[in-house]
């Protein structure tokens, strides 16, 4: 990675100032959960086997410039006191407030000018008593001052000033280490890294910051009918949408997507992308081929290189054919070729991985927020198969509460509807329909 310097391994633990960091652990029983029922596994199965086999990448020494939106690895300390002297709030004059008690339009106080403060610059000589000194914003506040008094409530009188107003105790003045002091914790762990918390770590000298740096995700897309988005499709061939909305995806949840060349149904092609992805990427993506055709070869080509698979076949739609392996140390992520699918299943699976590789779990909004809302067309499955259904759907909410429709048709080959999609509704694997205005689950994609 580039201009990233490495640290010490970290692993991240709850602390004092955020809550709700989730560790799963993975046990053999994920695994026993998923030999029964002829392989399937339920959804909140799969991802506790994927969050528990998942930890945080290694911390990196990142230029603030390119550390916005990850989370700090440690604790920052600020080494100085921020502003690091009492400096003008305003463009005024820097006075006495003894010297200016009573003053009003009325009853003005006149004070001799005895010098002029432009930010950056220092005053020559202290401030003498019954005078003052015209100060520019973010000037330093000379000896003998303790207050501003704004220009507005001001008359310039030669070379002195009228005080209309008597001005508050420290009135106008900026003091020293108001904002941060020395010593202070100025960026916490765990903490995701704003605009604002850039500027706090340039203001305080801090050019570079242990963090979390972006996951980076090989994407890999299998199927002898694809074809690059440039070309023209023969006849039986697709452009390959995949790549490019998974590719999109990745990007939007932080991490960096890696594109390597779309894969023929050849088991030894494919494990050969697999083992190069495997030496550039924290995580690796296939598209296709993880069903149980005869042209499936993912699965076949992850055996072969000896990848230890966790689960296979989860029971829900879209997406069902949907399998994860360890390939040395590298997760990996078999989703279906359908392009719906693919968007769905990464958006269950994938985004919560990458958050919890990239020490963002503490942040639940980031990858799954839940709410409750009612279906306004309602729902029903073919049949009672299993399945936990998660249907693409238009959520607003309104002073009522969350309400959905379906954004349109739910094949999984669909984009258009899936593009209009800002939520997907859940209907369990014991629920047949859900009637019009009954109530589901929803995951907001944002």
Same mark, same amino acid.
């Given at each position: ?32 959960? /998923? ?15 994927? &969050? ?13 410039? !390119? ?10 300390? /600020?080494?100085?006191? =921020? ?54 914003? +973010? ?21 002195? #000033? ?25 960026? &916490? ?6 605009? /604002?918390?850039?500027? &706090? ?15 980076? #995700? ?20 697709? $452009? ?5 909305? =998974? ?28 083992? $190069? ?14 069903? #149980?055709?005869?042209?499936?070869? #993912? ?29 040395? +140390? ?17 958006? &269950? ?9 990239? +020490? ?12 409750? /809302? ?17 249907? $693409?759907?238009?959520? !607003? ?50």
């Amino acid at each position: 990675m580039e201009d990233v310097e490495a640290t010490r391994k970290i692993t991240l633990t709850p602390n004092p100032y955020q809550v709700g960091i989730i560790d799963f652990r993975w046990t053999r029983g994920g695994k026993i959960a /998923a030999e029964k029922g002829g392989g399937m596994i339920r959804w909140q199965d799969a991802l506790e086997i994927i &969050l528990g086999a998942i930890g945080p990448l290694d911390a990196a020494r990142i230029p603030i410039d !390119k550390a916005f939106g990850l989370v700090a690895a440690e604790d920052v300390l /600020a080494a100085e006191n =921020l502003p690091p002297f009492d400096n003008s709030a305003m463009d005024g004059f820097a006075v006495s407030h003894s010297d200016c008690e009573g003053a009003s339009e009325s009853s003005p106080v006149s004070l001799r000018v005895v010098g002029d403060l432009p930010a950056g610059s220092v005053a020559s000589q202290d401030l003498p008593k019954g005078a003052a000194m015209r100060i520019m914003t +973010g000037a330093m506040m000379p000896q003998g001052s303790d207050c501003v008094v704004p220009v507005e409530d001001t008359r310039s009188s030669g070379s002195a #000033v009228e005080i209309l107003k008597a001005p508050k105790p420290n009135g106008n003045v900026r003091a020293k280490g108001e904002d941060v002091k020395e010593g202070q914790r100025a960026v &916490l762990a765990f903490d995701v890294i704003n605009a /604002a918390a850039i500027g &706090l770590l340039a203001a305080l000298g801090v050019e570079r910051i242990s963090a979390i740096p972006p996951a980076k #995700v090989g994407i890999i897309t299998t199927g002898g009918e694809l074809v690059d988005i440039s070309k023209c499709p023969g006849p039986g061939q697709i $452009r390959d949408s995949n790549m490019h909305s =998974l590719s999109a995806q990745v990007g939007y949840w932080g991490a960096w997507p890696i594109h390597f060349p779309r894969i023929p149904d050849s088991p030894d092609k494919v494990a050969a992308a697999i083992r $190069r992805a495997a030496d550039m990427c924290d995580v690796i993506v296939t598209t296709g081929g993880v069903s #149980v055709g005869d042209y499936d070869c #993912v699965k076949g080509a992850l055996a072969e290189i000896g990848a230890e698979q966790r689960f296979w076949h989860v029971a829900q739609r879209p997406g069902g054919p949907f399998g994860f392996w360890d390939y040395e +140390g590298r997760p990996v992520f078999g989703l279906p070729g359908n392009p719906v699918s693919a968007m769905v299943m990464a958006e &269950l699976y994938l985004r919560p991985a990458l958050a919890k590789m990239m +020490g963002r779990m503490a942040d639940e909004a980031h990858w799954q927020r839940r709410v409750k /809302a009612k279906l306004v067309e309602g729902f029903s499955k073919s049949g009672m198969d299993g399945k936990r259904h998660f249907i $693409r759907v238009v959520a !607003k909410e309104s002073e009522s509460g969350w309400e959905a429709k379906l954004s349109g048709p739910q094949g999984s080959a669909q984009l258009f509807p899936m593009k209009a999609a800002n939520a997907l509704a859940m209907v369990p694997e014991d629920v047949a329909e859900i009637p019009m205005g009954g109530e589901v689950e929803l995951l907001l994609f944002d």
